[in-house]
């Protein structure tokens, strides 16, 4: 930690980790749902919309903390220069939880908008776009007053600012249900394969730069190719979202072609990340954070790249759309290319925040791999269920009920990996919290 | 390549791509109205949607093939189950799914607010958008029926059965729906002439009949699925 003000990341990132456990155990019950009868007298109770909607926002609260601790912790070091204000960057995080613990209370009491992913009532959406706006300023200002500007910065500031404008495509009532999809892709599409991989790629090119010596000049350069194919394929690529919605026939086309291309920049992260690990300049002081960035730009191209390019042809879509095979892709990419971004970045700065320059990797090893078995074994179940609603109910029209009978060994094999997930979790997040020296060895 | 370059193919790549996006947009705005048919998106319609929002149904349910994966898709609902079918289902849950082993919520949702639920899913079952879900599509099933002929070799009624939707609701061997009764020995019961009779036109037969008349088959399918069920004894 070379800035005082880099301080305030930690109690992001410390505030993000048992949302994510959280989240976590919801989605045990969203698994147990499909595999098990749930009562009637419970699901009038917590159903599973309920949980579901609770799962997803948790993810989304998160790793938003785990991007804004991210910023916190990078701006500083890249502006050579102190946070504008410390206290307004507290303030931001203590209203984003209220927020978000208001919001989950409000699920279980039926206060949602209604729609996936966007549920947070229209009222606190508008806490939640004061507390952006108060974000973007903290750090906008810190970068304006250094005036040090880096192509990580712009990025970043980019990243974020892109990030908080899709928000508001999600706030209005549409009155046209394919309008209000149209739309709705803007914050999720937009969001996932836009501006979080904006923000994901400064980071990752900070981390590297970092942790291997490499030239900025170099960092930077691969940088920029990488956004700039992540922007050509994926706002165009928001077509593949399109094809069965009610939207012009041309989106199969458009969708198709751009989406086809999309893993391309995934593909060259991993190539760069790659070579900055082969011709590092510096030595391997943590191997578990190099291994957490080689994970990343690795499982971001299996869960985004290769599954998501596995149903996005829309002669293919045709068949998936809306079934588990979406389930799997979600949750491969999800975890690839964001819960992993988000802990190597918590791997990187924690020990430094807390002063410790080598750390005692064991238990965290244990954790990312746990973590990381679990999750490629629960995507591969949640894609065999989804084969299997796909060809049953869509190809041979049996009916939703007899593929979903088919699927169910295969929720309950899911489960079963969903508590090594998170047995890999708790020891992660044990472990961040608890992080010691290595013993020195003589 | 230098950084300059890198810069170039960065702020190239977004603006083509946004350029093109954008004036989709503008496009799809344009003929959205066409294909959704815009002047029959009635207040009741725009009613039903707010419904369909505030009992959060989308994450159980996808429209469209979005939202949760842990009840079926309802673009089509209307089409598949009628209209008695989704206030029967809507109103007593608890009854409908009493032999299910998944259960659906009692949200007790008013009989206004269903009737409004109802104009929203027809007009969203009129949406012409390329066709989907395919288990819905008349022409798509009837690809899939030939080929489970001339595959599997199921007689021809035995693919009417299990690609038109029969088995939504009924079930054959303990394969299928619990919501209407297992059809393993309708043979007993009904002759061919009843069943098409029944099938046609179920409230003709028993004004109390919960299942919606299935006036989307051709009558060779009928023909084809009541010879079919009548040898099930």
Same mark, same amino acid.
């Given at each position: 930690?070379?800035?005082?003000?880099?301080?305030?990341?930690?109690?992001?990132?410390?505030?993000?980790?048992? $949302?994510?456990?959280?989240?976590?155990?919801?989605?045990?019950?969203?698994?147990?749902?499909?595999?098990? #009868?749930?009562?009637?007298?419970?699901?009038?109770?917590?159903?599973?919309?309920?949980?579901?909607? +609770?799962?997803?926002?948790?993810?989304?609260?998160?790793?938003?903390?785990?991007?804004? @601790?991210?910023?916190?912790?990078?701006?500083?070091?890249?502006?050579?220069?102190?946070?504008?204000?410390?206290?307004?960057?507290?303030?931001?995080?203590?209203?984003?939880?209220?927020?978000?613990?208001?919001?989950?209370?409000?699920?279980?009491?039926?206060?949602?908008?209604?729609?996936?992913?966007?549920?947070?009532?229209?009222?606190?959406?508008?806490?939640?776009?004061?507390?952006?706006?108060?974000?973007?300023?903290?750090?906008?200002?810190?970068?304006?007053?250094?005036?040090?500007?880096?192509?990580?910065? @712009?990025?970043?500031?980019?990243?974020?600012?892109?990030?908080?404008?899709?928000?508001?495509?999600?706030?209005?009532?549409?009155?046209?249900?394919?309008?209000?999809?149209?739309?709705?892709?803007?914050?999720?599409?937009?969001?996932?394969?836009?501006?979080?991989?904006?923000?994901?790629?400064?980071?990752?090119?900070?981390?590297?730069?970092?942790?291997?010596?490499?030239?900025?000049?170099?960092?930077?350069?691969?940088?920029?190719?990488?956004?700039?194919?992540? +922007?050509?394929?994926?706002?165009?690529? %928001?077509?593949?979202?399109?094809?069965?919605?009610?939207?012009?026939?041309?989106?199969?086309?458009?969708?198709?072609?751009?989406?086809?291309?999309?893993?391309?920049?995934?593909?060259?992260?991993?190539?760069?990340?790659?070579?900055?690990?082969?011709?590092?300049? %510096?030595?391997?002081?943590?191997?578990?954070?190099? %291994?957490?960035?080689?994970?990343?730009?690795?499982?971001?191209?299996?869960?985004?790249?290769?599954?998501?390019?596995?149903?996005?042809?829309?002669?293919?879509?045709?068949?998936?759309?809306?079934?588990?095979? #979406?389930?799997?892709?979600?949750?491969?990419?999800?975890?690839?290319?964001?819960?992993?971004?988000?802990?190597?970045?918590?791997?990187?700065?924690?020990?430094?925040?807390?002063?410790?320059?080598?750390?005692?990797?064991?238990?965290?090893?244990?954790?990312?791999?746990?973590?990381?078995?679990?999750?490629?074994?629960?995507?591969?179940?949640? @894609?065999?269920?989804?084969?299997?609603?796909?060809?049953?109910?869509?190809?041979?029209?049996?009916?939703? +009920?007899?593929?979903?009978?088919?699927?169910?060994?295969?929720?309950?094999?899911?489960?079963?990996?969903?508590?090594?997930?998170?047995?890999? $979790?708790?020891?992660?997040? %044990?472990?961040?919290?608890?992080?010691?020296?290595?013993?020195?060895?003589? | 390549?230098?950084?300059?370059?890198?810069?170039?193919?960065?702020?190239?790549?977004?603006?083509?791509?946004?350029?093109?996006?954008?004036?989709?947009?503008?496009?799809?705005? !344009?003929? =959205?109205?066409?294909?959704?048919?815009?002047?029959?998106?009635?207040?009741?319609?725009?009613?039903?949607?707010?419904?369909?929002?505030?009992?959060?149904?989308?994450?159980?349910?996808?429209?469209?093939?979005?939202?949760?994966?842990?009840?079926?898709?309802?673009?089509?609902?209307?089409?598949?189950?009628?209209?008695?079918?989704?206030?029967? !289902?809507? /109103?007593?849950?608890?009854?409908?799914?009493?032999?299910?082993?998944? /259960?659906?919520?009692?949200?007790? =949702?008013?009989?206004?607010?269903?009737?409004?639920?109802?104009?929203?899913?027809?007009?969203?079952?009129?949406?012409?958008?390329?066709?989907?879900?395919?288990?819905?599509?008349?022409?798509?099933?009837?690809?899939?029926?030939?080929?489970?002929?001339?595959? =599997?070799?199921?007689?021809?009624?035995?693919? =009417?059965?299990?690609?038109?939707?029969?088995?939504?609701?009924?079930?054959?061997?303990?394969?299928?729906?619990?919501?209407?009764?297992?059809?393993?020995?309708?043979? !007993?019961?009904?002759?061919?002439?009843?069943?098409?009779?029944?099938?046609?036109?179920?409230?003709?037969?028993?004004?109390?009949?919960?299942?919606?008349?299935?006036?989307?088959?051709?009558?060779?399918?009928?023909?084809?699925?009541?010879?079919?069920?009548?040898? !099930?004894?």
């Amino acid at each position: 930690m070379e800035y005082r003000s880099q301080k305030i990341a930690y109690w992001y990132f410390v505030a993000a980790l048992p $949302l994510f456990v959280l989240q976590v155990f919801l989605g045990l019950y969203l698994g147990s749902s499909y595999a098990f #009868t749930i009562p009637q007298e419970i699901v009038d109770v917590f159903s599973f919309a309920t949980a579901r909607s +609770m799962h997803t926002n948790l993810l989304v609260l998160w790793m938003l903390l785990g991007f804004m @601790g991210g910023a916190y912790y990078i701006v500083p070091e890249e502006t050579q220069s102190e946070i504008y204000s410390p206290g307004l960057a507290y303030f931001q995080l203590v209203a984003l939880l209220v927020t978000g613990v208001v919001a989950l209370i409000g699920f279980f009491f039926g206060w949602t908008q209604g729609r996936p992913l966007l549920e947070i009532p229209r009222p606190l959406d508008l806490v939640v776009v004061v507390g952006a706006l108060i974000f973007l300023f903290n750090i906008g200002m810190t970068m304006l007053k250094a005036n040090r500007w880096t192509v990580i910065q @712009g990025t970043l500031l980019g990243g974020l600012v892109f990030l908080a404008l899709l928000y508001l495509f999600g706030i209005p009532f549409y009155r046209n249900e394919v309008i209000d999809w149209y739309y709705w892709w803007w914050v999720i599409h937009l969001w996932v394969e836009g501006a979080w991989e904006l923000v994901t790629g400064a980071i990752l090119a900070f981390i590297l730069m970092k942790l291997t010596g490499v030239d900025r000049h170099v960092v930077e350069k691969w940088l920029y190719v990488e956004i700039g194919l992540f +922007m050509f394929t994926g706002i165009a690529g %928001t077509g593949h979202h399109y094809y069965w919605i009610g939207a012009p026939r041309y989106w199969l086309w458009i969708g198709g072609i751009f989406s086809a291309l999309e893993p391309l920049p995934i593909l060259l992260m991993v190539i760069d990340t790659m070579l900055h690990v082969k011709e590092r300049k %510096t030595q391997i002081v943590n191997p578990l954070v190099w %291994t957490y960035a080689i994970g990343c730009a690795v499982f971001h191209m299996i869960g985004a790249g290769v599954w998501g390019f596995a149903h996005t042809l829309p002669q293919i879509n045709y068949y998936t759309h809306g079934s588990q095979v #979406t389930v799997s892709h979600g949750h491969l990419a999800f975890f690839g290319a964001y819960a992993l971004l988000n802990l190597t970045t918590f791997y990187f700065a924690m020990p430094k925040l807390k002063g410790i320059e080598v750390f005692d990797d064991r238990r965290g090893k244990i954790g990312f791999w746990t973590m990381n078995v679990a999750m490629m074994i629960m995507g591969l179940t949640f @894609g065999v269920a989804g084969v299997l609603q796909a060809y049953i109910e869509r190809v041979l029209g049996m009916g939703y +009920m007899t593929a979903q009978s088919y699927m169910r060994l295969w929720m309950l094999v899911t489960i079963v990996a969903g508590v090594f997930f998170l047995a890999g $979790l708790l020891t992660t997040v %044990t472990d961040l919290l608890t992080l010691r020296p290595a013993k020195q060895e003589a | 390549m230098t950084k300059k370059t890198a810069f170039w193919i960065f702020l190239l790549g977004t603006l083509s791509s946004a350029v093109l996006f954008l004036a989709a947009t503008w496009d799809t705005h !344009r003929q =959205v109205e066409t294909l959704s048919n815009v002047d029959k998106l009635s207040e009741q319609v725009v009613a039903g949607k707010r419904t369909f929002e505030k009992y959060n149904c989308n994450d159980c349910h996808t429209i469209l093939g979005f939202g949760g994966y842990y009840a079926p898709d309802l673009t089509k609902v209307v089409q598949r189950i009628g209209a008695d079918g989704i206030r029967y !289902r809507v /109103k007593s849950p608890e009854l409908a799914f009493a032999n299910s082993w998944r /259960k659906m919520p009692n949200l007790n =949702v008013s009989d206004a607010e269903i009737e409004d639920l109802i104009a929203f899913f027809t007009w969203v079952g009129e949406i012409n958008n390329n066709d989907w879900p395919p288990q819905d599509s008349k022409k798509r099933l009837s690809r899939g029926e030939q080929a489970m002929v001339a595959t =599997v070799g199921v007689s021809p009624g035995a693919a =009417v059965f299990q690609t038109k939707g029969c088995m939504n609701c009924h079930a054959l061997n303990g394969t299928g729906g619990t919501f209407g009764p297992a059809l393993d020995t309708i043979g !007993r019961e009904l002759s061919a002439a009843e069943i098409r009779t029944y099938v046609r036109d179920p409230k003709s037969v028993d004004p109390k009949s919960m299942m919606p008349a299935q006036t989307g088959l051709s009558d060779r399918e009928l023909e084809e699925v009541a010879k079919f069920l009548s040898n !099930r004894k």
